[in-house]
């Protein structure tokens, strides 16, 4: 391409940062070569090639990294990851007009196709056919050169590149501040400390927004959030009912309701506690990504006419985020906790992933991006292996947790169960994503069937209660549950052998005493009866045996909820 203009043609040869779906993560040659940069001959028509200054490490760049997959995208193969850049023009396309080598440009990291409805009104987000840099397959930023559409640079005069690679998460927050309608003097509930929500309290700030309270279950966040925001109102929120969290979050309000929260986590503990906490008609905004399915109060958001609405990535917020970083009225400055250059990548994302550092944004080269994650470093072969072991460790710690927490809930089953439950399955497939390679798929059938699992035993062991109370019978013994189970190990057969001469003698039994059995149905008691109806109903469909069992009290327990945060 003899028309391609470069200022210097680039020496060192292209790098990225890889992962796959092992979760191994290292740092190799990448597209376009240097070779090819030199001679601009890998340019397409509308692009430009972008010497990349600054990269932002992304919470979803951990994610994808550790769990392999975020919903249903899924990290097949070697994939490069980051999409938070800005950098230097350093060769354009003879077909590109608006920008010119030497322009320092931050990078929208998207390419749509421009047919579909939502491209066609303006609302790309919404783009099925949509190229989202770093979400697999398509390769991300995080390299020392990359051709993008020019359509997708925009220019940010002096601006720092760190800054301009701050704009991508400060579009986030614009997306949910637009839609949000944040109004002077809305009082506005901002639930996680994390980059998105540190970013969306200073917009709620800028909005006029008071009071404006922040919360997370993290001290030092809190901490951290004070210093960005001087203002707002700090809450740490504790392990209990997100009913009463929600108190708890209104009385830092002073006894306000928040007519808005963003909901910034996407935790689901910390949706409800939003919606608990939210007034009359107001709005909970969630901009947090969750796992794909959620339990939250449905009847609280009906009764209070309370919006729930949902954000998926952003449209149009880049030039309005330039403006507002080019007059100050957003300072990102503050956000930015550690740098790393391009080649030190690795040590780069176990900072970012691991809470004990503090950071909140840090990259190669000027600055790298990361949410918090739990999760281990890992600089060398040995310590990726210790890291591991105390993964698998802490796994097994959290599902004993679990465990017990089911075993105490034997005896306790409402229409809250479901969430309490939910939570348990949710702290164990977090767990077993940590330790697991492939596993992603997996862990999600796992999550998805625990709960089904530990409510019916829940359920079943609540009928054998009635059951066993009706009759005045005591429940058999631990020891004699041991005793049955060493025998079927040691001699199956024994099983079958049993059962079936158990079926025997009872229809021999049936057949001697028919009058017997009507007289025994005459006499069951009325707890007996409604158990049965009850098991009946759920059966049809009609009803869950936990919600009968907590809303007619027929056993004398009056309901318990799930705890707020795990």
Same mark, same amino acid.
């Given at each position: 391409?003899?028309?391609?203009?470069?200022?210097?043609?680039?020496?060192?040869?292209?790098?990225?940062?890889?992962?796959?779906?092992?979760?191994?993560?290292?740092?190799?040659?990448?597209?376009?070569?240097?070779?090819?940069?030199?001679?601009?001959?890998?340019?397409?028509?509308?692009?430009?090639?972008?010497?990349?200054?600054?990269?932002?490490?992304?919470?979803?760049?951990?994610?994808?990294?550790?769990?392999?997959?975020?919903?249903?995208?899924?990290?097949?193969?070697?994939?490069?990851?980051?999409?938070?850049?800005? /950098?230097?023009?350093?060769?354009?396309?003879? *077909?590109?007009?608006?920008?010119?080598?030497?322009?320092?440009?931050?990078?929208?990291?998207?390419?749509?196709?421009?047919?579909?409805?939502?491209?066609?009104?303006?609302?790309?987000?919404?783009?099925?056919?949509?190229?989202?840099?770093?979400?697999?397959?398509?390769?991300?930023?995080?390299?020392?050169?990359?051709?993008?559409?020019?359509?997708?640079?925009?220019?940010?005069?002096?601006?720092? =590149?760190?800054?301009?690679?701050?704009?991508?998460?400060?579009?986030?927050?614009?997306?949910?501040?637009?839609?949000?309608?944040?109004?002077?003097?809305?009082?506005?509930?901002?639930?996680?400390?994390?980059?998105?929500?540190?970013?969306?309290?200073?917009?709620?700030?800028?909005?006029?927004?008071?009071?404006?309270?922040?919360?997370?279950?993290?001290?030092?966040?809190?901490?951290?959030?004070?210093?960005?925001?001087?203002?707002?109102?700090?809450?740490?929120?504790?392990?209990?009912?997100?009913?009463?969290?929600?108190?708890?979050?209104?009385?830092? %309000?002073?006894?306000?309701?928040?007519?808005?929260?963003?909901?910034?986590? /996407?935790?689901?503990?910390?949706?409800?506690?939003?919606?608990?906490?939210?007034?009359?008609?107001?709005?909970?905004?969630?901009?947090?990504?969750?796992?794909?399915?959620?339990?939250?109060?449905?009847?609280?958001? *009906?009764?209070?006419?309370?919006?729930?609405? %949902?954000? =998926?990535? =952003?449209?149009?917020?880049?030039?309005?985020?330039?403006?507002?970083?080019?007059?100050?009225?957003?300072?990102? *400055?503050?956000?930015?906790?550690?740098?790393?250059?391009?080649?030190?990548?690795?040590?780069?994302?176990?900072?970012?992933?691991?809470?004990?550092?503090?950071?909140?944004?840090?990259?190669?080269?000027?600055?790298?991006?990361?949410?918090?994650?739990?999760?281990?470093?890992?600089?060398?072969?040995?310590?990726?292996?210790?890291?591991?072991?105390?993964?698998?460790?802490?796994?097994?710690?959290?599902?004993?947790?679990?465990?017990?927490?089911?075993?105490?809930?034997?005896?306790?089953?409402?229409?809250?169960?479901?969430?309490?439950?939910?939570?348990?399955?949710?702290?164990?497939?977090?767990?077993?994503?940590?330790?697991?390679?492939?596993?992603?798929?997996?862990?999600?059938?796992?999550?998805?069937?625990?709960?089904?699992?530990?409510?019916?035993?829940?359920? /079943?062991?609540?009928?054998?209660?009635?059951?066993?109370?009706?009759?005045?019978?005591?429940?058999?013994?631990?020891?004699?549950?041991?005793?049955?189970?060493?025998?079927?190990?040691?001699?199956?057969?024994?099983?079958?052998?049993?059962?079936?001469?158990?079926?025997?003698?009872?229809?021999?039994? +049936?057949?001697?005493?028919?009058?017997?059995?009507?007289?025994?149905?005459?006499?069951?008691?009325?707890?007996?009866?409604? +158990?049965? /109806?009850?098991?009946?109903?759920?059966?049809?469909?009609?009803?869950?045996?936990?919600?009968?069992?907590?809303?007619?009290?027929?056993?004398?327990?009056?309901?318990?909820?799930?705890?707020?945060?795990?």
């Amino acid at each position: 391409m003899s028309q391609t203009a470069t200022i210097v043609k680039p020496t060192k040869a292209n790098i990225g940062i890889f992962t796959n779906p092992k979760h191994d993560l290292w740092i190799s040659e990448a597209e376009p070569t240097v070779e090819s940069v030199q001679k601009g001959d890998g340019l397409k028509p509308g692009e430009v090639t972008i010497a990349i200054k600054s990269t932002g490490i992304c919470g979803s760049d951990v994610h994808f990294w550790h769990a392999g997959c975020i919903g249903p995208m899924i990290v097949e193969g070697d994939h490069i990851l980051g999409h938070e850049s800005a /950098g230097q023009v350093i060769a354009v396309h003879p *077909s590109v007009t608006t920008l010119k080598v030497g322009d320092r440009v931050a990078i929208e990291p998207n390419v749509i196709c421009n047919e579909c409805e939502p491209c066609l009104t303006g609302r790309y987000n919404g783009c099925e056919k949509v190229e989202f840099l770093s979400t697999p397959p398509v390769a991300g930023l995080l390299r020392r050169y990359v051709n993008h559409p020019a359509a997708w640079c925009y220019k940010i005069g002096d601006m720092s =590149y760190e800054n301009g690679a701050m704009l991508e998460p400060l579009s986030v927050a614009l997306a949910g501040m637009q839609r949000s309608g944040i109004k002077l003097g809305d009082p506005v509930l901002v639930c996680g400390a994390g980059p998105i929500g540190l970013i969306t309290l200073l917009c709620c700030k800028a909005a006029g927004a008071c009071p404006l309270v922040i919360t997370d279950i993290d001290e030092g966040r809190l901490k951290f959030a004070k210093e960005v925001c001087p203002s707002a109102i700090t809450h740490k929120v504790e392990r209990m009912s997100a009913e009463d969290s929600a108190k708890a979050i209104v009385a830092s %309000f002073g006894g306000i309701e928040p007519a808005v929260t963003m909901e910034c986590t /996407g935790v689901e503990s910390s949706i409800a506690s939003a919606i608990w906490a939210t007034k009359f008609g107001g709005t909970v905004f969630v901009i947090g990504v969750g796992k794909n399915e959620l339990n939250f109060p449905f009847m609280r958001c *009906s009764t209070r006419e309370i919006d729930l609405i %949902f954000q =998926y990535r =952003y449209s149009n917020t880049w030039p309005r985020a330039i403006r507002l970083v080019e007059n100050g009225v957003i300072d990102l *400055s503050k956000l930015v906790t550690h740098r790393f250059k391009l080649e030190d990548a690795l040590e780069a994302f176990a900072t970012a992933a691991d809470p004990k550092t503090g950071a909140i944004k840090s990259g190669p080269w000027s600055r790298m991006a990361a949410r918090r994650f739990e999760s281990t470093t890992a600089k060398t072969a040995e310590a990726a292996k210790q890291s591991a072991s105390t993964t698998a460790s802490k796994a097994a710690a959290s599902a004993s947790e679990y465990a017990s927490k089911a075993q105490e809930g034997l005896s306790k089953v409402s229409s809250a169960a479901g969430p309490a439950i939910a939570g348990a399955a949710k702290g164990v497939a977090n767990s077993l994503s940590k330790v697991g390679g492939r596993t992603a798929r997996a862990v999600a059938f796992v999550e998805k069937q625990v709960p089904t699992v530990v409510y019916y035993s829940k359920v /079943g062991a609540e009928v054998a209660k009635i059951v066993f109370r009706g009759q005045k019978m005591s429940p058999p013994s631990v020891e004699t549950f041991q005793t049955y189970f060493q025998n079927v190990w040691k001699n199956p057969s024994s099983l079958l052998q049993s059962a079936s001469q158990a079926v025997s003698e009872t229809a021999a039994k +049936t057949t001697q005493q028919p009058a017997s059995i009507l007289s025994r149905v005459q006499n069951l008691s009325r707890a007996q009866l409604v +158990t049965a /109806g009850v098991v009946a109903a759920e059966c049809l469909g009609f009803f869950t045996v936990g919600e009968m069992i907590g809303r007619f009290k027929l056993i004398g327990y009056h309901g318990e909820v799930a705890p707020a945060h795990h």
